[in-house]
C-alpha cells in the first residue's frame, strides 16, 4: 500500500485513509514491535515540535 495523498482541507476522508494505512503498517507486528513503532514515531515528532519552537524565539 502507498503513502495516502491527502488534500489541502484534510477532510474526514484524509482521516480514515491515515488509519487504514496505519493498519496496513502494524497489522503483522508483534505487541512490541507496534510500541517501539509508535514510540519512536513520537518521539521524532515530538522533536519536530520541539526544533519549530525554538525557531519562532
Keep these: 500500500m502507498e503513502k495516502p495523498v ?21 497489522k503483522d507486528m508483534t505487541q512490541q514491535e507496534r510500541m517501539d513503532y509508535y514510540n519512536n514515531k513520537g518521539r521524532a515528532f515530538h522533536g519536530e515540535i520541539e526544533e519549530s519552537k525554538l525557531q519562532k524565539v
Aim: aromatic share 20%; net charge negative; hydrophobic share 35%.
Design 6 to 26: 491527502l488534500s489541502l482541507d484534510f477532510t474526514i476522508d484524509d482521516i480514515h485513509k491515515l488509519r487504514e494505512y496505519n493498519y496496513y503498517l502494524t
